[in-house]
């Protein structure tokens, strides 16, 4: 009678174990030059851009997405957003200005004040564009920038989730 475990083990985790050994081991190329001048010719021109047009949108020339805050006296109080999320995750949603909010925005699941429809679906839209963008460039281009060594490359250690058999790397 065949170990089921003893097959799993050999026949999938040891030819893991041999792909991700090596990269662990030498580490892997990141060209922090070129991903800097990516940074600097795209990703801040762009999310300045759409600063600008969520300033635009709200009518706040001193708007700062990255305020709660501000966007929740914006979308909240000046707007009236009202939505159907109550809880998730612990965390009060009346007031919340994050991306189950955005998307029910988006979704088309909420009332405001006469005459603010288009300006919540476009900030709504916007703001995942711009929060999508500014969390790559924060973990995925000046994270990683700040992580290559002097030899020019990245070095990672790989864990295996014991439940899920996600991979995932530190």
């Not at 999320?85 to 994050?98: A, F, I, P, V, Y």
């Not at 005459?115 to 790559?136: C, F, H, P, R």
Request: aromatic fraction near 12%; include cysteine; glycine fraction near 6%.
């Amino acid at each position: 009678e065949k170990d089921n475990v003893y097959d799993l083990y050999k026949d999938h985790m040891m030819p893991i174990y041999r792909a991700f050994v090596p990269i662990e081991l030498r580490g892997f190329p990141y060209d922090a030059e070129e991903a800097a001048n990516l940074n600097e010719d795209y990703v801040i021109p762009h999310l300045w851009e759409l600063k600008d047009k969520l300033r635009f949108i709200t009518d706040h020339e001193g708007y700062n997405p990255n305020s709660p805050k501000q966007t929740e006296a914006i979308i909240y109080g000046e707007w009236g957003l009202k939505h159907n999320l109550k809880e998730l995750q612990k965390k009060s949603k009346e007031s919340s200005t994050d991306h189950f909010v955005r998307q029910e925005i988006i979704e088309g699941r909420f009332k405001c004040n006469p005459g603010k429809w288009k300006n919540l679906v476009d900030w709504a839209n916007t703001m995942e564009e711009y929060s999508k963008i500014s969390k790559q460039k924060g973990t995925y281009i000046e994270g990683l920038i700040r992580k290559t060594l002097d030899d020019g490359k990245l070095y990672t250690s790989f864990k295996f989730g014991a439940v899920t058999g996600r991979t995932s790397s530190e």
